[in-house]
T-cell receptor, first 113, second 113 residues
């Protein structure tokens, strides 16, 4: 399976600011995904990061709040914009190597104060 | 919204006991996956199931893809302390495009030595 490096691993941010999370994969992958895991909760898909085109967002998530870049087949970023305490969560990058072979990064634990 | 019902929500067992957890849905799934998440880490894939009726083992873990394609279970035999963590089922819905996953709410497993 793919090896995913996600940075930063954790951060504490002031409300109103933005944080960009990076996801680097050790091999080219077609499908990259960003998930949110709120405290004590399950994983919720934010968006699918598409190479060469805009990300596809799930219901309840918008590009202005969670802009995503996918400049190539091994890298993606997720920005959490204009943060509020409700954005405190773990944000996870995931890739699908094919035949539903999903791998997750170790996540970014975000605390907004 | 969440389309997978995972139970139980939590389990407290003694070392050496067997464990069983399951997921059900009113929707049909093409694929079932079982993940384990340790604190501060992303989910790690334990078992993937691709065909209705499939029974797959991975060491002390056994999982089955229900015949109706609407359910799956995970069994852990002879539990050990390192089995502690949160277990998630996940599936790829038949009616969704791409390879997006839907996650269950998780089962928190505690193993007492």
């Amino acid at each position: 399976s793919a090896v995913i490096s996600q940075k930063p691993s954790r951060d504490i941010c002031q409300r109103g600011t933005s944080l960009t999370i990076q996801c680097q994969v050790d091999s080219q992958v077609t499908m990259m995904f960003w998930y949110r895991q709120q405290p004590g909760q399950s994983l919720t898909l934010i968006a699918t990061a598409n190479q060469g085109s805009e990300a596809t967002y799930e219901s309840g998530f918008v590009i202005d709040k969670f802009p995503i870049s996918r400049p190539n087949l091994t890298f993606s970023t997720l920005t959490v914009s204009n943060m509020s305490p409700e954005d405190s969560s773990i944000y996870l990058c995931s890739v699908d190597k094919g035949y539903v072979d999903y791998t997750f990064g170790s996540g970014t634990r975000l605390t907004v104060v | 919204g969440q389309q997978l019902n995972q139970s139980p929500q939590s389990m407290f067992i003694q070392e050496g006991e067997d464990v069983s957890m399951n997921c059900t849905s009113s929707s049909i799934f093409n694929t079932w996956l079982w993940y384990k998440q340790d604190p501060g880490e992303g989910p790690v894939l334990l078992i993937a199931l691709y065909k209705a009726g499939e029974l797959t083992s991975n060491g002390r873990l056994t999982a089955q893809f229900g015949i109706t394609r609407k359910d799956s279970f995970l069994n852990i035999s002879a539990s050990i302390p390192s089995d502690v963590g949160i277990y998630f089922c996940a599936g790829q819905l038949q009616e969704t495009s791409g390879s997006r996953l839907t996650f269950g709410e998780g089962t928190q497993l505690t193993v007492n030595p």
